[in-house]
């Protein structure tokens, strides 16, 4: 217990909300398998960034994570290596032809970079991933959607009009991540981020990542997660 909260100390971490499972020090603790373990590897990081190294264990049990940390503090690889985890163990299991893992971005170029990351370490499982921003093109966009995307990376506004267009359908998405949710809201992007919370399984898994804590995104993450376990890191919230 000690230990544990040492640990935390030492990565400038504050852990709140029931049960948080322990921080790791190394990416072997993940208990990743070899060719996921290869390819992050292959990335030269030598050891989790202290955000990752409480939220992948948090994610990886099946906890709502409510990540509070600085850009540039690696909350892409938080999410992405968790949700492909999901995907491994759910795509099998899912009905349907949409989405299983979802990932609302505030631009396109943010949506565009998760989209690459996906891409990198996604490919070792042959997850099918596919990027849909506004000023793209709709008909391109739906069109790499019916190839059969088990991973969506999306601008709000984007794919709430893909799925009035029918180009594809949020009904099979478990892993739901809403990243920067302070810059979507700034941008307008409330609206949209809830009713696709409120589009989708009431049982999701959901992560929310934030550089900053404002009071909207506080009552974002009250509203949208279940028991989250909130990581924060540094003096921010
Ligand atoms: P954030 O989303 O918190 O702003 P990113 O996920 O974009 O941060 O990561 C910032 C940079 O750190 C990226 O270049 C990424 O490749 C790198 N990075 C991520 N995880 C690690 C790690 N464990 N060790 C070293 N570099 C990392
Ligand atoms: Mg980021």
């Known amino acids: 217990k000690e230990q544990v909260k040492s640990l935390r100390e030492t990565l400038g971490i504050k852990v709140t909300g029931p049960d948080p499972p322990h921080p790791v020090s190394s990416f ?32 990886l049990s099946g906890r709502d994570v409510l990540g ?15 949700m492909l985890v999901h995907i491994m163990d759910q795509r099998e299991l899912a009905d349907g032809d949409g989405p299983i893992g979802l990932i609302l971005a505030p631009t396109r170029e943010l949506s565009q970079q998760i989209y690459t990351e996906a891409k ?19 008909w391109e966009q739906s069109k790499s959607l019916e190839t059969g995307a088990e991973v969506v990376v999306a601008t709000p506004g984007r794919i709430i009009d893909l799925v009035k267009m029918k180009a594809t359908n949020l009904t099979r998405v478990t892993f739901l991540v809403l990243d920067e949710a302070d810059r979507m809201f700034d941008m307008g992007f409330e609206p949209q981020v809830r009713s696709i919370c409120d589009h989708t399984r009431p049982d999701r898994q959901t992560l929310l990542f934030s550089a900053t804590f404002k009071k909207r995104v506080e009552k974002l993450a009250r509203d949208a997660l279940t028991d989250p376990i909130r990581i924060v890191q540094g003096d921010i919230g």
């Not at 503090?73 to 992405?80: N, R």
């Not at 370490?121 to 849909?132: D, E, L, Q």
């Open 68 to 82: 509070i940390a600085k850009t540039g503090s690696g909350k892409t690889a938080a999410f992405i290596w968790p």
């Open 28 to 59: 072997a603790h993940f208990g990743f398998d070899d060719s996921l373990m290869k390819v992050i590897r292959k990335s030269e990081y030598t050891q989790p960034t202290p955000i990752q190294a409480q939220a992948i264990p948090a994610a």
């Open 120 to 138: 990198r370490f996604g490919k070792v499982y042959n997850i099918n991933v596919v990027c849909c921003y506004g000023g793209g093109s709709k």
